[in-house]
């Protein structure tokens, strides 16, 4: 009797795939997608465009190699190229985007056994690996408003205490100043950030504590000035690390109490890399961090098993 078949778990289906929630990704980093070929033009597009195919290219042949299934059309490489494209700056060298999706996809994740495997993040890993390559070529930013190569980004004037030479408010929050092509505006990201709410692709708790911790360490540590802890969230990457970076699956908590701790240790840590490291920016190390004592954050906050020992 069709009634009594007993099957093995699971019993609760979804029709989420890899592919849906990467497609909910792209259509979510479209904003600022868009606004950065707007503001750098087709520097910006062939960039974005190189990093994507080289990410795509090599997991294709890695998977080749491997005699495994060749899975692209996921969509999980076009994201992690997208990601890494939007942590460069626009004066970033094409090959430059192609050595970071191909350190990102072969070393950072195919090593590790594929999509779910890794444990850090792979667009996040190839950007500290070239920042710390290659110093010079990461440094060359370019300002939307003149197109010319500028080095004061807001978070090298905030380094610097130059508090007083800072962007505007508005200007940091629709992003038409210094920096990576992709993370400068917080409109566009915030957009894209409320998208995957909406879409439930993540939940509130690693973003908002996440940036809510930046604001608040911002706010102590550099004289309780609320404008300048405002402006240190709306620049560099803490809209992109906090909505697209932080809560990746594989590599951040899956519970509620883990995602708590994870959140708040990478935003402190954020702040802390910022105001006494030798970077400007700290979201990148801070979340790669996190990301290592992502197991251990799992072990300790694991909710008990209903009806299992105390």
């Known amino acids: 009797m069709e009634r009594f078949k007993v099957t093995s778990s699971p019993h609760i289906r979804d029709v989420d795939s890899v592919t849906r929630l990467m497609g909910d990704v792209l259509l979510a980093l479209l904003p600022a997608t868009a606004l950065a070929v707007y503001l750098y033009g087709l520097r910006a597009l062939l960039l974005i465009v190189v990093t994507v195919l080289a990410a795509v290219a090599t997991e294709a042949v890695c998977q080749k190699l491997r005699k495994q299934t060749i899975t692209i059309n996921d969509l999980s490489a076009v994201v992690t190229g997208l990601l890494l494209a939007l942590n460069l700056p626009a004066g970033a060298p094409l090959w430059m985007g192609a050595l970071g999706s191909i350190f990102a996809i072969f070393i950072v994740k195919q090593v590790f056994g594929g999509l779910g495997e890794n444990f850090m993040n792979p667009a996040l890993a190839a950007r500290v690996f070239l920042a710390v390559s290659y110093p010079k070529l990461m440094g060359q930013y370019f300002d939307p408003a003149t197109d010319a190569l500028s080095s004061a980004t807001p978070l090298a004037l905030l380094k610097e205490g130059q508090m007083s030479e800072m962007p ?96 708040l240790g990478a935003g402190l840590l954020t702040v802390l890399i910022r105001r006494f490291g030798a970077y400007p920016e700290g979201v990148m190390f801070a979340i790669l961090l996190m990301n290592a004592f992502t197991p251990a954050i799992e072990k300790f906050t694991a909710p008990k098993i209903f009806g299992g020992a105390k």
């Open 168 to 263: 505007s408010m508005f200007d940091s929050f629709l992003g038409t100043v210094s920096g990576s092509i992709g993370e400068s505006s917080a409109a566009a990201l915030l957009i894209g950030g409320l998208y995957l709410l909406f879409r439930k692709v993540i939940t509130w708790e690693i973003p908002v504590l996440f940036i809510g911790t930046v604001f608040v360490g911002t706010f102590l540590l550099y004289g309780f000035d609320a404008q300048v802890a405002l402006l240190a969230i709306l620049s560099g990457g803490v809209f992109l690390g906090g909505f697209f970076m932080a809560t990746d699956y594989a590599t951040s908590p899956i519970h509620f109490n883990g995602r708590i701790v994870f959140a």
